[in-house]
């Protein structure tokens, strides 16, 4: 089967319960980033808050991303480990349920990897993540015959916090553009682009050609001042370039062109799990659709509004589907570009 998009990731299942700001001041990490935990210190965390309510779905950043493309309409793979556990069946079934190819559980000893995602009154989310198998994905993993035909793939940074999926990662990168597939990568956290600052820039320079991120990303990856400082550098290293706001929309552009920015679509923010990935989903569909790069944009921006209206990391599934109709939502809804 060929598909449209293939995306390679941690496999993770969302553990999401909200909490207030002293909490995450009391476990001492930090408010809307990643930190890397282990199962004991989830348990730990989740004792104390056995009282409040729990929600569990599927997740992984380059999960969420395949996902939303695949509600959308494409055809869509996803490269990731999960164990033959309960989470490790759920993941499968859920993926499987709306057509993402996914290989399921391995027979691995380990647990499927769980991200316990802190959800505070700002709707900002807070993630500790276990990788579990996750980890063991490896380079060997790589199917070429999946990617050969594909569109697109789609690689996650958080693949770099360990030596196998990094490898994995970079070898999805290669088989892609030896077959001449477009090549997606996102940052995924400011963590990740301060600890591995050095191996990131020499991937992206050299496999990358659409690249996501956020501002705070952005700044750590180029040191630059401000969102258009850094977007400035890091266009000059990707053909194309989707910066993030937040509440301020996106910076877009092609290398060696003056950016542009696209608003967002006025929502009341639920949880923002997930608004990267799914902004990600709806701007590759848009491409992979040969969509005009601020189309793809609006798309993506849709989609991440979407997605925060709601607790949980994936798009709902009574979203549009229809691109005409996200574009004129847009030009109907969102305010005037400052």
């Known amino acids: 089967m060929n598909y449209d998009l293939v995306g390679i990731g941690n496999a993770l299942v969302d553990i999401e319960v909200q909490v207030d700001d002293a909490f995450i001041k009391e476990i001492s990490v930090t408010k809307g980033g990643m930190t890397l935990t282990s199962a004991?210190?989830?348990?730990?965390?989740?004792?104390?808050?056995?009282?409040?309510?729990?929600?569990?779905?599927?997740?992984?950043s380059s999960a969420n991303t395949i996902h939303g493309a695949s509600v959308l309409g494409a055809?869509?793979?996803?490269?990731?480990?999960?164990?033959?556990?309960?989470?490790?069946?759920?993941?499968?079934e859920d993926m499987q349920s709306c057509g993402v190819g996914f290989c399921g559980p391995g027979s691995d000893n380990g647990g499927t990897g769980t991200c316990l995602i802190l959800i505070t009154p700002d709707a900002e989310r807070t993630m500790l993540t276990n990788l579990g198998v996750s980890s063991?994905?490896?380079?060997?993993?790589?199917?070429?015959?999946?990617?050969?035909?594909?569109k697109a793939v789609y690689v996650e940074g958080y693949l770099w916090t360990a030596d196998k999926t990094r490898a994995a990662g970079i070898r999805m990168a290669r088989v892609a553009k030896e077959r001449g597939v477009p090549v997606a990568f996102t940052l995924s956290d400011a963590f990740v682009?301060?600890?591995?600052?050095?191996?990131?820039?020499?991937?992206?320079?050299?496999?990358?050609?659409?690249?996501?991120?956020?501002?705070?990303?952005?700044?750590?990856?180029?040191?630059?001042?401000?969102?258009?400082?850094?977007?400035?550098?890091?266009?000059?290293?990707?053909?194309?370039?989707?910066?993030?706001?937040?509440?301020?929309?996106?910076?877009?552009?092609?290398?060696g062109h003056e950016p542009t920015r696209v608003g967002v679509l006025p929502v009341a923010a639920v949880d923002t799990t997930g608004a990267g990935d799914l902004y990600a989903a709806g701007a590759l569909y848009g491409l992979m659709n040969h969509r005009a790069l601020k189309d793809a944009a609006v798309i993506g921006a849709y989609c991440a509004a979407q997605v925060i209206s709601h607790f949980g990391g994936r798009l709902p599934t009574h979203s549009h589907t229809r691109i005409e109709n996200i574009l004129a939502e847009y030009r109907k809804h969102s305010p005037p570009i400052p």
């Not at 869509?76 to 309960?86: E, F, I, K, T």
């Not at 063991?136 to 594909?150: F, K, P, S």
């Open 136 to 150: 063991l994905l490896h380079a060997d993993n790589v199917d070429a015959t999946i990617i050969q035909n594909a």
């Open 40 to 60: 004991a210190e989830q348990k730990k965390i989740l004792q104390t808050l056995q009282s409040k309510p729990q929600k569990l779905s599927s997740g992984g």
């Open 193 to 255: 682009v301060n600890s591995f600052q050095d191996s990131l820039r020499d991937f992206i320079r050299w496999n990358v050609d659409i690249l996501f991120c956020n501002e705070a990303e952005a700044r750590a990856m180029t040191g630059g001042t401000d969102a258009r400082q850094a977007f400035d550098k890091l266009s000059a290293w990707v053909g194309t370039l989707f910066l993030t706001l937040g509440a301020k929309g996106s910076l877009i552009g092609k290398s």
């Open 75 to 92: 055809k869509s793979y996803y490269l990731g480990r999960v164990a033959n556990d309960d989470n490790g069946k759920h993941y499968t």
